[in-house]
């Protein structure tokens, strides 16, 4: 099978591992919908708030599995596999971040909910973290970012707003910082500016509500729903 196969194979693999809806399906064996209710977004939030913080974190752990599997796997094809022999440097780092925007876009446009989906801020850390260790620290810094934020605001769009704008500024300063070439490694640049732009464009509702103050703070589920 030639590289090129491989490679096509992987985005698609990718993808549909991707657009998995951890979601739904989790909301679905405790018998809600979480489509039809709270905010209708089928991520790690409003998991939290129809079914408790438990089954929340569960499936934020899925959603950011989604995104660190297929591309830390794919990480290990291109350098212990042989699939990237003869490739430019920025060639193998293009297909990585490829790889990850495969899980990411599978998250956001599921096939199996009519290519509708989340807003893939889980989803793209944990691609992000599987891409060593270029985007890991920087990734792991706007996890921390993140926390902070919403510890403060107790606003959990506020906070991955806050986390996703960070990320191209951090990932710069990591490869200033390690002495990093920047010029091979500019589809890794590319897929940190994507990420924040992808996840601002989708937090477009909830931008509006933080600037008319209506956004709502975070407030858990206790109760197990029938």
């Given at each position: ?70 591309t830390l796997a ?87 707003l806050a986390s ?63």
């Amino acid at each position: 099978m030639s590289s090129l196969l491989v490679i096509i194979l992987g985005l698609l693999l990718a993808y549909m591992f991707g657009a998995i809806p951890f979601g739904v399906l989790i909301g679905r064996w405790r018998g809600v919908d979480i489509r039809q209710a709270g905010s209708g977004n089928t991520g790690a939030t409003n998991a939290a708030r129809l079914l408790g913080w438990r089954l929340g974190l569960l499936v934020f752990l899925l959603d950011v599995s989604k995104g660190f599997g297929p591309t830390l796997a794919a990480g290990f094809m291109l350098r212990e596999g042989g699939y990237a022999t003869g490739l430019p440097q920025w060639a193998i780092y293009t297909t990585w971040m490829l790889v990850g925007l495969s899980c990411v876009a599978g998250h956001m446009a599921s096939p199996f909910l009519g290519f509708r989906g989340g807003k893939g801020v889980a989803t793209s850390l944990g691609a992000s973290m599987a891409i060593f260790p270029d985007l890991t620290y920087p990734a792991l810094a706007c996890l921390g970012i993140w926390l902070v934020s919403l510890l403060v605001t107790r606003i959990v769009s506020a906070a991955s707003l806050a986390s996703a704008l960070a990320f191209p500024v951090l990932f710069t300063a990591f490869a200033y910082w390690s002495h990093r070439d920047l010029i091979s490694r500019w589809p890794l640049a590319a897929f940190a500016l994507l990420t924040a732009v992808v996840v601002v464009w989708r937090h477009r509702p909830n931008i509006s509500r933080l600037l008319a103050g209506s956004e709502p703070c975070i407030v858990l589920s206790r109760k197990k729903p029938h």
